[in-house]
């Protein structure tokens, strides 16, 4: 089937300016993670949903962060404000329910802020 | 939280040679620990993974190795080619978390 799909592939954007990042989950997982990843760094924990909830958010750098899944499919990173340290890769990863369950990450947004 | 560290973080090896990476993991709670390859504008992709109560895992030319008293675990590929060429990246899973090393550039010379 149908892998993680991420909405914008690239996103240039100015300094001050909000932005949507789309995350489509591989149909049927329930567990759906944001990460950050900057250049010559691993995936950094940003949320994580178990169904339509934030089962997870401490990984959210500050309130200029925020996602939703409101129908435990499709997650939306938004982020208020951006500034140039915003920019990066965000990664959305989904997986099944259980705690070993493989995580399947999508192609990511690279979010330039200028 | 937890705390993933990773070393080397570049390693360049003659095909057909051996590769290791190691990690090491703070919290003894972590459960669960993926390994990562992440090709050059690519998402990071699962190799190979294991799990807390098994002490090794092999999957043709790539093995894991989980040290849980010293809190250690490390990646080994054998036979390396060239295609090998990648970042990999360890992963400790905390809670609901997953934390990740720094990474670790392979180049495997022809």
């Known amino acids: 089937g149908a892998g993680v799909s991420q909405t914008p592939s690239n996103k240039v954007t100015e300094k001050g300016k909000y932005v949507e990042l789309r995350c489509d989950p591989i149909s049927g997982h329930t567990a759906l993670y944001w990460y950050r990843q900057s250049l010559g760094q691993g995936p950094e924990f940003l949320i994580y949903?178990?169904?339509?909830?934030?089962?997870?958010d401490s990984g959210l750098p500050n309130d200029r962060f925020f996602a939703v899944r409101p129908e435990g499919s499709v997650s939306t990173l938004k982020i208020q404000r951006t500034e140039r340290g915003d920019s990066a890769v965000y990664l959305c990863?989904?997986?099944?329910?259980?705690?070993?369950?493989?995580?399947?990450f999508g192609p990511g947004t690279r979010l330039t802020v200028l | 939280g937890e705390n993933v560290e990773q070393h080397p973080s570049t390693l360049s090896v003659q095909e057909g040679d051996s590769a290791v990476i190691k990690c090491t993991y703070s919290?003894?709670?972590?459960?669960?620990f993926p390994w990562y390859k992440q090709e050059l504008g690519k998402r990071p992709q699962l190799i190979i993974d294991?799990?807390?109560?098994?002490g090794e895992k092999k999957d043709q030319r790539i093995a894991v190795t989980l040290n849980k008293t010293a809190k250690h675990f490390s990646l080994h590929i054998t036979e390396t080619q060239p295609e090998d060429s990648a970042v990999y990246f360890c992963a400790a899973r905390f809670g609901n978390q997953f934390y990740f090393g720094t990474g670790t550039s392979l180049t495997v010379i022809p």
């Open positions: 990863a989904s997986s099944g329910s259980g705690v070993t369950d493989t995580q399947y």
């Open positions: 949903f178990q169904g339509t909830g934030a089962a997870d």
């Open positions: 919290d003894s709670a972590s459960n669960y």
């Open positions: 294991i799990r807390s109560n098994v």
